[in-house]
């Protein structure tokens, strides 16, 4: 059910970014009954089904958090050499450029989103610390 969901919330992504979000949420899917046993949880399927989800999610994260700093890094460091503009493909990246400015948005977006999802917490969580939480969280709320 989970891949599922990820499946749709990925399709408008480029092949590149689908593909590595949808191959990781796999990898954890396909490890869930270790990271059960590991939490020492019994396995069940409502807590796998979300942390196939925010596999998903945590990995779109890394991408965009990892592209905006290694930008803002690069031009940072450019910028001592007096090169001022980065182009990438039809982009062109340059402190206060449109393409500049919509990658870091993204990622400000991204991190935003996950704390009113109240998900940011899970983003670097251990996968059993993640089973224990959803998996006893569930059963007091």
């Not at 970014?17 to 409502?46: C, K, M, T, W």
């Not at 999610?57 to 991408?63: E, G």
């Not at 206060?96 to 993204?106: F, I, K, N, P």
């Not at 991204?110 to 899970?122: H, Y």
Request: charged share 25%; net charge negative; glycine share 6%.
């Amino acid at each position: 059910m989970s891949m599922a969901r990820l499946r749709s919330v990925a399709r408008p992504l480029s092949a590149l970014v689908r593909d590595q979000i949808l191959g990781y949420a796999e990898s954890v899917n396909a490890a869930l009954p270790e990271i059960f046993e590991e939490a020492r949880v019994p396995f069940d399927e409502q807590v796998g089904d979300e942390i196939v989800l925010i596999a998903g999610i945590r990995k779109l994260d890394a991408i965009c958090s990892s592209a905006a700093l290694l930008l803002e890094r690069a031009i940072a460091g450019l910028a001592a050499d007096q090169i001022m503009t980065i182009r990438i493909g039809a982009g062109e990246y340059a402190e206060g450029s449109r393409d500049y400015a919509e990658l870091t948005q993204l990622s400000s977006l991204m991190r935003a989103t996950l704390r009113d999802l109240e998900l940011e917490q899970f983003m670097s969580m251990r996968y059993d610390r993640m089973v224990r939480e959803l998996y006893y969280g569930r059963r007091q709320g």
